[in-house]
């Protein structure tokens, strides 16, 4: 095992990272781990926002900084944490994410057939746990939520969880949406642990109230602005039809990672039938799509070349967005526009429009709640402790419908070739 050294990560949000221990550091420079630096955190949400060129790796070691800062917050509290916890939790907040795919959340369930990344991560984790010997089993323990000091787990997935301390301010500051940025240090130093549950101590609600309302606007400002969510419908369609033409035997040229996922429907058994897939999985990143997509833009289908090159260009499709769905006659109007402009078939022209809803709560009070400890001692739910109206308001879903659309403009006009 390569020595530590007490290697320092220069991180822009934090400043300089001390990677804690060898195996921590050897985790992180495994390919696994190194691949996370080739899947932007944001997805295309940098067509938006030009600064959101971040990356998952970043975010992985944002989190375990922050994830070390509470730990030592909750030891100086008299909360009882090993050595081994520690070490536990810092690499179940460093590998939650490592079953990304390509552009983080947009192809979750396009690529792949209906697999959470959560699944996948976990299939990573037990792969380097065999190949680390064992040595990651606390991790792994804390990370699925198993480990019988269930607090471990609430500080990786919960409501008010170290992801979601790290991915608001880190996202507000590559996209330089300051209404996101949250007083991380802040709520850190207000957690604390009572009946083995992660709680608030009563001067934090406010910072908590800041937290919660900046992830309620940096949904709608950032990860479901409308100008992304098209752009990710525009490749969903494209990989969908990717996947159509391979399967029908079209030559579509693409990465070996990537011809292997457009050729096979994946699904969650497959993975767990066959180890292979996992490695596989490994070497599919952000560049496999764009590099393949540079190929796209040429290929004699019109769908599949219009679609890269309008994703290359930037030509994204036109979106609306509102509190109901749009009218039917207005979408068939759309449809009608674009296959009258193009000449295309109702199924080739089925991919130059889409139609879906996007949901935003920041607080879900169904769900596992914020504990609030209050100063006689009691641990109420924050909906009670707090005054505010606008937590209670927080924990209302909104629901907005989307349709989105290729400009007519940006098409040129097919060939007489057919695919189909």
Same mark, same amino acid.
């Given at each position: 095992?390569?020595?530590?050294?007490?290697?320092?990560?220069?991180?822009?949000?934090?400043?300089?990272?001390?990677?804690?221990?060898?195996?921590?550091?050897?985790?992180?420079?495994?390919?696994?781990?190194?691949?996370?630096?080739?899947?932007?955190?944001?997805?295309?949400?940098?067509?938006?926002?030009? /600064?959101?060129?971040?990356?998952? $790796?970043? =975010?992985?070691?944002? +989190?375990?900084? #922050?994830?070390?800062?509470? *730990?030592?917050? &909750?030891?100086?509290?008299?909360?009882?944490?090993?050595?081994?916890?520690?070490?536990?939790?810092?690499?179940?907040?460093?590998?939650?994410?490592?079953?990304?795919?390509?552009?983080?959340?947009?192809?979750?369930?396009?690529?792949?057939?209906?697999?959470?990344?959560?699944?996948?991560?976990?299939?990573?984790?037990?792969?380097?746990?065999?190949?680390?010997?064992?040595?990651?089993?606390?991790?792994?323990?804390?990370?699925? /939520?198993?480990?019988?000091?269930? $607090?471990? =787990?609430?500080?990786? +997935?919960?409501? #008010?969880?170290?992801?979601? *301390?790290?991915? &608001?301010?880190?996202?507000?500051?590559?996209?330089?949406?300051?209404?996101?940025?949250?007083?991380?240090?802040?709520?850190?130093?207000?957690?604390?642990?009572?009946?083995?549950?992660?709680?608030?101590?009563?001067?934090?609600?406010?910072?908590?109230?800041?937290?919660?309302?900046?992830?309620?606007?940096?949904?709608?400002?950032?990860?479901?602005?409308?100008?992304?969510?098209?752009?990710?419908?525009?490749?969903?369609?494209?990989?969908?039809?990717?996947?159509?033409?391979? =399967?029908?035997?079209?030559?579509?040229?693409?990465?070996?990672?990537?011809?292997?996922? &457009?050729?096979?429907?994946?699904?969650?058994?497959?993975?767990?039938?066959?180890?292979?897939?996992?490695?596989?999985?490994?070497?599919?990143?952000?560049?496999?799509?764009?590099?393949?997509?540079?190929?796209?833009?040429?290929?004699?289908?019109?769908?599949?070349?219009?679609?890269?090159?309008?994703?290359?260009?930037?030509?994204?499709?036109?979106?609306?967005?509102?509190?109901?769905?749009?009218?039917?006659?207005?979408?068939?109007?759309?449809?009608?526009?674009?296959?009258?402009?193009?000449?295309?078939?109702?199924?080739?022209?089925?991919?130059?429009?889409?139609?879906?809803?996007?949901?935003?709560?920041?607080?879900?009070?169904?769900?596992?709640?914020?504990?609030?400890?209050?100063?006689?001692?009691?641990?109420?739910?924050?909906?009670?402790?707090?005054?505010?109206?606008?937590?209670?308001?927080?924990?209302?879903?909104?629901?907005?419908?989307?349709?989105?659309?290729?400009?007519?403009?940006?098409?040129?006009?097919?060939?007489?070739?057919?695919?189909?």
């Amino acid at each position: 095992m390569t020595t530590n050294k007490n290697k320092i990560i220069n991180d822009p949000v934090y400043g300089f990272i001390t990677i804690p221990n060898d195996l921590i550091f050897e985790v992180i420079e495994h390919p696994y781990f190194q691949r996370l630096r080739r899947i932007k955190q944001l997805g295309l949400t940098n067509l938006v926002y030009p /600064g959101a060129l971040h990356t998952r $790796f970043h =975010h992985a070691i944002g +989190s375990m900084y #922050l994830m070390q800062q509470t *730990l030592h917050n &909750l030891r100086a509290k008299g909360v009882e944490i090993s050595d081994h916890e520690l070490e536990g939790s810092l690499l179940a907040i460093l590998l939650h994410d490592i079953g990304h795919g390509p552009f983080s959340h947009t192809l979750e369930f396009n690529l792949l057939d209906s697999i959470k990344h959560e699944d996948i991560s976990l299939l990573f984790f037990q792969k380097i746990n065999e190949q680390f010997g064992g040595a990651l089993q606390m991790g792994l323990d804390i990370f699925s /939520g198993t480990y019988e000091r269930n $607090f471990f =787990h609430q500080l990786v +997935s919960s409501q #008010l969880d170290i992801d979601r *301390l790290d991915y &608001l301010k880190r996202d507000s500051y590559f996209t330089g949406v300051s209404e996101g940025s949250i007083g991380s240090e802040r709520i850190i130093n207000m957690i604390n642990v009572r009946q083995d549950e992660i709680v608030v101590e009563e001067k934090g609600i406010y910072s908590i109230e800041n937290f919660l309302s900046a992830r309620r606007l940096m949904y709608w400002q950032v990860y479901l602005h409308k100008t992304a969510v098209s752009a990710e419908e525009m490749l969903i369609q494209l990989i969908k039809r990717a996947k159509q033409l391979t =399967h029908a035997q079209v030559e579509v040229i693409a990465t070996p990672a990537l011809k292997f996922f &457009l050729e096979h429907d994946i699904t969650n058994q497959d993975f767990n039938n066959d180890p292979r897939l996992i490695e596989r999985f490994s070497l599919l990143d952000d560049s496999d799509i764009w590099g393949s997509m540079k190929f796209w833009s040429t290929h004699s289908d019109f769908v599949l070349s219009t679609l890269s090159k309008n994703l290359l260009d930037r030509n994204i499709f036109k979106i609306i967005l509102d509190n109901h769905a749009p009218e039917a006659s207005f979408v068939q109007q759309m449809k009608d526009k674009i296959q009258q402009s193009t000449g295309l078939n109702d199924e080739e022209t089925s991919f130059f429009s889409s139609a879906g809803q996007i949901s935003n709560a920041a607080y879900i009070n169904s769900d596992q709640k914020i504990k609030i400890l209050t100063k006689k001692g009691e641990l109420v739910d924050i909906e009670i402790a707090t005054d505010l109206p606008n937590i209670k308001a927080m924990s209302k879903i909104v629901t907005k419908h989307y349709f989105c659309w290729a400009h007519t403009a940006n098409f040129q006009k097919p060939s007489s070739h057919r695919i189909f």
